[in-house]
């Protein structure tokens, strides 16, 4: 009952959104081919798009994944398990309304994410050293905390990529190609953990996160360079 009456709510919410028409400029008109071929060489899409892509992957790595396994060989039981759920959820939340609160400029939102990539690396890395229920809370609510300030800024730097008439093809392959990541990010931890121990998957999505921290690098100095020659 609780998911119709939430569906529900989100039917009644789409209906009330308004529609607001585009003008005669930005009603531009391409070929399926030029909506590819200019979508693709949109610069900086790419990167952003495969931090988002990562942090997606590192989730359902960890809370969506393999984390309740690992808290099961702790001996925490299923319902304690909640706790965990919450202890990464909230703050996620909580990071996630931060950033509608505050209009960072894109400079300072890369350094952030930057920020979050290195202690979403540092918390997992931690990971397999924790042993009770509230050392691997602990770990979660600062990976929750990060990765909910990373997806938002993702989102709102590629929407500042595109001109109007290629926003909707531009976010459609974002979204796309970070959802990649669901699916990628499960699927090697998996052999990881068959080839290795279950710890080795948190240890893998600290070199993921890493990763993460490097691509950021390369766009703020990437930003830097561009700023330079003007």
Known sequence: MGSVAASFIGLLLAVSIKVIPASN???VRYSIG????????TK???????????THGLM???IFGFTPNYAATLGISEQAIVLLMTAFFLPHAVASLIVTAYHLNPHTERIVILTCMVLAALMFFLVPF??????????????????GFVLPICLSQVAR??????????????????????????????????????????VFASIVAVIGSMITL?????????VAKH
């Open 161 to 202: 990529l595109a001109p109007d008439s290629l926003k909707t093809s531009v976010m459609g392959f974002f979204q796309s190609y970070y959802a990649a990541g669901i699916f990628l990010g499960p699927w090697i931890a998996g052999m990881v953990a068959e080839a290795f121990q279950l710890h080795a998957v948190f």
């Open 60 to 62: 359902f790595i960890s």
């Open 218 to 226: 390369y766009l703020i100095n990437d930003q830097r360079q561009r």
């Open 44 to 54: 900086q899409l790419l990167p952003i798009s495969t931090i988002a892509l990562i």
């Open 25 to 27: 400029e930005e009603n």
């Open 34 to 41: 030029e909506y590819v071929t200019r979508t693709l060489k």
């Open 130 to 147: 924790t042993n009770s229920l509230w050392t691997l809370s602990a770990t979660h609510f600062l990976i929750g905390l990060a990765l």
